[in-house]
């Protein structure tokens, strides 16, 4: 079994087992049957469509995967037809967890593989599937190493709000041991200090339709949402920022209204989605509803309406532990599911790929680049488990002084 092939770990023993760590050599390069195994792995999970919403296919399969692989496979519903995975060996309850999501956003690219160029492409090659891959080919060799101190989790609903990490964390048989967390997202392959935060809403404007050529016998939704984006534009430049993550952005990423040139519009909308660099959910919230308070009102006087509809409860900004030697670093504008996990615990975030060709036509990444990742993980895997080790060592020695 080629998980069997990389009993050379076993040099890592010392790092992962003592409090005072002992250097010891890391492997560069793959072997050629574990080079195979990530391409293949890595192929049959982008090849099947897993647009969220619809992850039953390849979470069928990966279970199966795992489960060949002599993994422990628990699938936890989060509504129906979707699961998440929670993969582990003879023990349940680890301190190490890595964890991706198996949704993409739409719509589907078939995979190819450029042998020339090595470039391996199509949807959720990059944004996530690369980090499942290669999360799972890092514990090769690692997990009885480490006592079958590893966990793998999989979950669904990432690209849409969390709801499959939401539910994870609440779930009523979550173990209750995990101490470091080492999250899968395209970072360039450097770990992340942190990322900004989020709060999404929709600006629903209404009026009273009537003919075009007697718009004052109607109220135009249209007119509405205009002035209301119009304050918006003007909010935007003093929306709280931070040295760290710059400026918070708000994005007015759909705006639709009306029905036809020749009538006044009944009905208006506007998607936004607010990336904070700084304060909290609560203060920006409380900014865009005193920033639209005047057209609302002037809207209700005419007959019409302007109403917020927040798409959840938002997050501020997420710092991340990033303290690993031998990593570069960088903060990042988009969102995760690191916040959605509750727990005290050492939150990593790490993954092969660039963030700039997610979501794309041309999502892609280099063999090379995912072969890198499983090294990495691995790398990830024992440096955090050392700093975890040296850390609750020096707690213990505070607690006897006290």
């Known amino acids: 079994m080629i998980f069997r092939s990389l009993a050379v770990l076993a040099l890592l023993v010392p790092i992962l087992t003592t409090a005072t760590p002992t250097a010891a050599p890391e492997l560069t390069t793959l072997d050629p049957a574990t080079s195979d195994e990530l391409l293949h792995l890595h192929r049959k999970l982008v090849e099947v469509e897993s647009i969220t919403s619809n992850e039953e296919d390849v979470g069928k399969w990966l279970s199966k995967y795992l489960r060949r692989h002599d993994w422990t496979v628990e699938t936890q519903e989060v509504s129906k037809t979707r699961y998440n995975l929670l993969a582990y060996g003879k023990k349940r309850e680890t301190t190490i967890l890595l964890t991706s999501h198996i949704d993409t956003v739409p719509p589907f690219w078939p995979y190819y593989y450029n042998k020339t160029s090595d470039i391996i492409g199509g949807r959720g090659s990059v944004d996530a599937k690369a980090s499942v891959a290669a999360q799972i080919m890092a514990t090769v060799g690692l997990k009885e190493q480490l006592q079958d101190d590893i966990s793998l989790l999989f979950v669904v609903g990432e690209e849409t709000g969390g709801d499959g990490m939401r539910a994870f964390s609440a779930w009523d048989k979550r173990p209750s041991s995990h101490e470091i967390i080492i999250f899968g997202e395209p970072t360039e392959a450097k770990l992340v200090c942190g990322h900004k935060g989020m709060l999404g809403f929709a600006l629903k404007a209404t009026g009273k339709a009537a003919h075009s050529g007697y718009p004052w016998l109607g109220v135009s939704a249209n007119d509405v949402l205009v002035?209301?984006?119009?304050?918006?534009?003007?909010?935007?430049?003093?929306?709280?920022?931070?040295?760290?993550?710059?400026?918070?952005?708000?994005?007015?990423?759909?705006?639709?209204?009306?029905?036809?040139?020749?009538?006044?519009?009944?009905?208006?909308?506007?998607?936004?989605?607010?990336?904070l660099a700084a304060g909290t959910p609560d203060v920006v919230r409380g900014l865009i509803i005193s920033a639209l308070k005047d057209v609302k009102a002037a809207a209700q006087k005419q007959g019409g309406d302007l109403d917020i509809e927040w798409?959840?409860?938002?997050?501020?900004?997420?710092?991340?532990?990033?303290?690993?030697?031998?990593?570069?670093?960088?903060?990042?504008?988009?969102?995760?599911?690191?916040?959605?996990?509750?727990?005290?615990?050492?939150?990593?975030?790490?993954?092969?790929?660039?963030?700039?060709?997610?979501?794309?036509?041309?999502?892609?990444?280099?063999?090379?680049e995912l072969e890198e990742a499983v090294l990495d993980y691995r790398r990830l895997i024992v440096k955090a488990t050392e700093v975890h080790q040296k850390q609750r060592a020096q707690q213990d020695e505070e607690q006897v002084e006290l």
């Open 227 to 275: 002035e209301a984006l119009g304050e918006l534009l003007e909010l935007r430049k003093h929306l709280p920022w931070s040295e760290k993550y710059g400026n918070t952005t708000m994005n007015f990423g759909r705006i639709q209204g009306g029905v036809a040139a020749n009538v006044v519009a009944e009905t208006a909308s506007a998607n936004i989605a607010t990336r």
């Open 311 to 368: 798409a959840s409860e938002g997050y501020g900004p997420v710092d991340i532990n990033c303290n690993i030697d031998g990593f570069e670093t960088l903060t990042v504008n988009y969102g995760t599911d690191v916040p959605n996990l509750s727990g005290d615990h050492k939150r990593y975030l790490y993954g092969p790929g660039s963030i700039f060709v997610a979501h794309s036509d041309h999502e892609a990444l280099k063999r090379k």
